[in-house]
């Protein structure tokens, strides 16, 4: 059992699971920190961004200059921005016969891989998964295909060049792989290869191994998967929670008795509580809208955001803002917002019975009634003649390098009464902001993570108990910045395993066992004979069927009767030809008889000697030695086969045979 | 019977013999199986004291009184005088009710009010009739005795109800059938009189101060008590422990150092054993001996074992021992230095387990034990919570004290509070495997961080070094910021911070705060005005209680002024008075009235709008008194306004009476009735200022204070009459809440008393204008309150005054409490109705 390691980062994972003759790939997450390097994509002309100066080397060569611009002593690519996809030189991902995904964040790749490797498997998700992944791609794409960008930036990606650039465009990692978006089109194919799967559906693969989606309750339809054959386990957790959010809760019980626990997706942030992190979310904003400034808050446009909303339809009257608008701008804006009502079966308990009052599970639905919360598919259009100030204004993408939100950054990115909220945990705020600098708007970063910490994971170690952990190695330390919380990482026993970005690991349990059926008609010949009380044996003669993973035992074919000569010959060139067993011995020898029963039987001169797994006797005079041990018997003597068979007949009269 | 004991009376004996069987032989030694059984023989010892004490013909008539009268009546006759039929049919439900843990009881008042009325009834008649006929009451205390989830209440009512009951001999027997633990420990405390009772002795002189020689009752039960010491059940310990501590704790004579003398070996020997049992009351028992004035503490070797003692229990056992050696008068230095060293112990491990480099750290000598740097001091997180949450309860209780250790180690503790809070934050870096444990255990720890706060605060009355000040500030700002701080640990940071600023020292001549002081307010306020924004409610109220009591204290001081003003503060703070929370609201009335009454509503920079944003307020007041669903905003504003008036606020005293007469308006139609005494509050603040009574007045307010009238009566009246405080006070006369009417009550006498010292003024006793005020007064106290008085002059407000019988109207008001909600059944319909709705006034405290 082998695990390929595609992807470094841990939240974002693609692994694939070698188990039985099957080829697993475990979620297909992309990495877009990547885009954190490229210059922001303006929906409406900025000036200030066109007119950034180019970057040139030390030594004043400019060569440069066209891909490269200078903004606040940070440098960026001026190009389409681009993706940092999984490994795809680590395995032959034409190989690879399910890709399994675990929630929408981590599908984001699934184009790049069903399009583009040779993939001919199945794909297997929930029904939210896929629908909210697709909103969240066709976001993707709609945000850098309205901007179209003349000049894809090449020549920085040159080894040797990008030796020469500063941080942290010199350490970023296997540039030459990085990948512009996917079109609308590819989304749509790789999407037609899902197959839709509901928790605790059983789906056989070829045979050989079961796989199982489990609730993880980090968003709607998220889930883990337990990967089964009839003697191994193999569970894969990605993001989880244990937090009573909107989704259904997650499934612990089922994770119990694996042989392997694959741990990845776990919160971003340790050391921030989602609680605290929503009151400080919703004390900024409100101490900003009441002193006349907006509020921008960079979000993706499911998930956490549900949870804002309900948190502040509850709170907007308390702090006094009734009056303020909130807006949502996203091309999929309404879908989300639609689709999250729909997914009853999908919600947690309380949101579930809510459904049949009838209310909609999602208080944002009364928000949207009483036109206090108002989407849009873009800041064109409608927006443009809605908008008022001050407001708040929920909108992507969190990495501020396309969609609406830079625009509403060059907007209010000067005020000093506006603030701009991170909420969404995968970027890190200072790098996102880089190219809006200098600023003179408030920035509060409130990552709300609702992934397992490390508190919940050792107590859901402790209590499914797996026999190994599997992890990505950055949960095997203490974050960096914070070296001396021990707290802040994963502590189990046997120590978990770490891989890394490119790695292989070989699963470190071996296959003992294999299910084999016995054909009725066999099983009734069979005649069992007793060996230790409670302990019966029999043999058995079969022939070994297999066929799809399954294996038979059938019953032998019948010897063919001596009647014809031309038939006979016949026969026996197509039966296997059936050689009279020997019978099968068990019982031990008891060292004390056995010498004694040499004795008289002439042998003198006997020595015995104690070894680590038996004993050995030694015929002196016959220069001949018997090795006793548990599970076998060697008579080792010179060419003397008369003697070997004396002593053998010896040896056997001490053991059963049947 | 031993010698010196009489007989049990025939009917005991006949009655119930006991398991010894030998009740009759007068020379039996008597069996002490049970301390209960030799309590309930021994009887008759307080019964022949104290009869011989009264003469034989009192006693009779105690025993008379007693048994008598259940013997003449028929049960249902008697039942009749003790306990109602209606109140029978009630008992054995509201017994349900006790007993089951998932109904709470509604509070300790009628649980209380209940227990006053069984004594009532067992003073009246027979405690055994009423266990007899009401079987309930047996099961409720049988019921008690099974290990469950009770409530304390229940319990305490239980064990005391017990104690009611068999307080009478017959009774006492009767629940000795019963395996109860409640008898058992009444058992103890009849031993501790039995046993004073027969020391005092029959002779009349003082008992010997040879053991050998004291009465034989005594001797029996001291050889009881020492056979329950040297035994090996622990709860036979714990009750012989029990009875001591009672016996040290009650009588001082000089035969208890005699006593002491005896059983301390034995005491002692308990120490040897481990575990050591009933270690809490061995600690109890060692404290009331070492509080005993009988006792030469000295002379009988008990600082030796109290030093014993302390080295042999555990950190969490030794705690309390430690903190009532350390609250001893006099106590030798040795010992009191190793108490202090256990209270010291847990803080001192952390502060070494944090330490940079494992040199001295101030800790005293000796503080920092074996068992801490073993490598095995705080073993799990419970042990290490607990242990350091008791430590910083006792540190702050011994810290106000006089006998406080000196020199005292402001430093450590300073340092030691400041570090635990960096622990539970999480912004501690240890150095050492041992501070990373302890990191891991107090990470985000409640319970710790609290009590941290609770002790930091408590050290704010001493000093400390500048740079532990400064690290102070940063901790409690640390806490004031974080996401995480629950709002429990808020508001306890809030008030740590406001006892540091006001410890922070003063420039000399000036009450402003002090450079460092305003510099963290710089920092302070943004965090101040984030919290006003919560949106968790309690949040918002502690924040805003800080505000207040910020203001109050520095509110005229130009560095504080300059900084709040220059915050959003204020403005967030009006926001607030529109809170859906009734407690906020609240809250934020109160802290307006202070800004305001400081001038601190607006920015100085524009006075031309100060007027009208005063005003403002005032109208904004005004509509809270008269809209606020809720009462607790209303009281708010009442106060404030209280405040004003007497401060003479700017706003008041412009037209003070037209403000007098529509608050009082206002207040007289609230249903809140402490919104209308605070109404007469405000009324007799008026009055005070009217007819010219010393007053305090605020050193800012803006006009000067209105100057005593110096005219006659009539015309020192007028103001009163214009405002309509009469027809105010008058109503509330006959309001419906008693308060309210004793304080109108107490009004109006101040204010006949007043004017009965002055002349000048004719009465006008019998015109048509106080026939008809009486006349309504008559209605209004009928209950018909619709017709106002309409104008009144003052002659006829004082003729009204003068013929009111307010005296007589006081004393009915002090003695017509709630008799008729007195009636025990009342009390127990009310306690099984408040059963179901209980839950939903769980939730007010935070």
Known sequence: MKLYCLSGHPTLPCNVLKFKSTTIMLDCGLDMTSTLNFLPLPLVQSPRLSNLPGWSLKDGNAFLDKELKECSGHVFVDSVPEFCLPETELIDLSTVDVILISNYHCMMALPYITEHTGFSGTVYATEPTVQIGRLLMEELVNFIERVPKAQSASLWKNKD?????????????????????????????????????????????????????????????????????????????????????????????????????????????????????????????????????????????????????????????????????????????????????????????????????????????????????????????????????????????????????????????????????????????????????????????????????????????????????VCPEQYTQPPPAQSHRMDLMIDCQPPAMSYRRAEVLALPFKRRYEKIEIMPELADALVPMEIKPGISLATVSAVLHTKDNKHILQPPPRPAQPTGGKKRKRATEDIPDCKVLKPLLSGSIPVEQFVQTLEKHGFSDIKVEDTAKGHIVLLQEAETLIQIEEDSTHIICDNDEMLRVRLRDLVLKFLQKF | MTEGLPAPSAGLAGARPGPGGTESGGSAPLPLPLPALLAARLWGADALTAGEALGPRARAWRRDARTYPRLAHAPSGISGLTMDPECSQLLPALCAVLADPRQPVADDTCLEKLLDWFKTVTEAGSSLLLLQENPCLVELLCHMLKPQDLSSRVLSFSLRLTGVLAAQEDCFQYLQEDSSLFVASAAGQLLVHILGLSMQGPAGGPPSLQAGDWPACAQKIVGHIEESLRATATPQITQALNVLTTTFGHCHDPWTQVLWVQLSPLVAGLLEKDPIPAAHSLVDLLLSVARSPGLSSSSCGLWETLAQTLSHLSPTQAGPLALGILKLQDCPQALRAQAFAVLLQPLACVLKAMAQDPGPSGVPDGTVGDSMTAGTPLPSKAACVGLLCRSLAHLELLLPLPQRPCPWPQ????????????????????????????????????????????????????????????????????????????????????????????????????????????????????????????????????????????????????????????????????????????????????????????????????????????????????????????????????????????????????????????????ASQDLDWEVRAQGLELALVFLEQTLGQPRSHCPHAVTPPVEAPVGPLAQALQPLCRVRLFDFAFRALFDCDRPVAQKSCDLLLFLRAKTASSSGLQESQSSPDVASVEAALQRWQAGDQAQPLGDLEPEVVLAVLRSLDLEGLRGALAESSDHVEKSPQSLLQDMLATVGVLGENEADCY
Not at chain 1, 381 to 391: A, E, I, L
Not at chain 1, 423 to 439: G, H, V
Request: with cysteine; charged share 15%.
């Open chain 2, 411 to 666: 430093a450590l503790l300073l340092g030691a509070a400041v570090t635990l809070l960096q622990l539970c934050g999480g912004s501690a870096r240890p150095a050492c495997d041992m501070g990373r444990h302890l990191c891991t255990l107090l990470l985000g720890c409640v319970r710790v961080q609290r009590a941290a706060l609770d002790f930091l605060g408590a050290l704010s009355d001493g000093t400390g070094p500048r740079e532990l000040v400064t690290q102070v500030f940063a901790v409690l700002l640390e806490y004031l910021r974080s996401p995480d701080s629950s709002p429990t640990v808020l508001k306890k940071a809030f008030q740590a911070t406001f006892r540091w600023l006001l410890s922070s020292p003063k420039t000399p001549g000036c009450w402003d705060l002090d450079p460092h002081a305003l510099l963290f307010l710089r920092d302070l306020l943004p965090v101040l005005q984030k919290r006003l924004c919560s949106p968790c409610w309690e949040v918002r109220d502690s924040s805003l209680e800080f505000l207040t009591q910020m203001t109050r204290h520095w509110g005229g001081q130009a560095g504080f002024r300059h900084a709040l003003l220059a915050s959003e503060v204020p403005k967030l703070t009006e926001q607030l008075l529109r809170d859906p929370e009734s407690y906020v609201r609240a809250s934020a009335v109160t802290a307006m009235g202070q800004l305001s009454s400081q001038g601190l509503c607006v920015p100085p920079a524009s006075p031309e709008h100060q007027g009208g944003q005063q005003k403002s307020l005032l109208v904004e007041l005004l509509h809270i008194l008269s809209t606020d669903s809720e009462g607790f905003p209303r009281r708010a504003v009442m106060q404030v306004f209280t405040q004003w008036l007497r401060d003479s606020h700017a706003d008041v005293a412009g037209d003070t009476e037209q403000f007098v007469a529509g608050v009082l308006q206002v």
């Open chain 1, 161 to 469: 060049i990008q030796r020469l650039l500063p941080s942290p465009l010199k350490d970023a990692v296997e540039v030459s792989t990085w990948r512009r978006c996917y079109t609308m089109q590819e989304v749509n194919s790789a999407l037609s290869k899902i197959q839709l799967v509901g928790y605790s559906q059983k789906i056989e693969l070829f045979g050989a191994v079961q796989v199982t989606p489990l609730s993880s309750g980090y968003a709607l339809g998220s889930s883990n998967w337990i990967i089964q054959s009839h003697y191994e386990k193999v569970s894969y957790v990605s993001g989880s929670s244990l937090l009573t959010t909107h989704p259904q809760p997650m499934d612990q019980a089922s994770l119990k008795n694996s042989d392997v626990l694959i741990l990845t997706g776990l919160t971003q942030i340790p050391t921030a509580n989602p609680d605290g992190m929503v009151g400080e979310f919703c004390s900024n904003l409100a101490l900003t809208v009441r002193n006349g400034g907006n509020v921008l808050v960079p979000c993706y446009p499911s998930g956490v955001i549900y949870d804002l909303l309900e948190c502040l339809y509850q709170y907007i009257d308390s702090a006094g803002l009734s009056n303020i608008p909130f807006y949502f701008i996203s091309p999929v804006a309404n879908s989300s917002l639609e689709f999250s009502q729909i997914f009853a079966e999908w919600l947690c308990h309380n949101k579930q019975t809510k459904v049949y009052l009838p209310e909609p599970p999602f208080p944002h639905a009364e928000l949207i009634q009483t036109n206090k919360l108002k989407h849009y598919p873009s800041l064109h259009g409608d927006f443009s003649s809605d908008f008022r100030q001050p407001c708040v204004v929920f909108t992507g993408h969190p990495s501020l390098r396309f969609g609406d939100v830079v625009h509403f950054m060059e907007l209010w990115g000067k005020s000093s009464l506006n603030t701009v909220i991170f909420t969404e945990p995968d970027f890190s705020y200072l790098e996102a902001l880089a190219p809006y600098q200098p600023l003179a708007m408030k920035c509060i970063y409130c990552p709300i993570d609702t992934r397992l910490n490390f508190i919940q994971v050792s107590k859901l170690l402790k209590e499914v108990q797996p026999l190994h952990v």
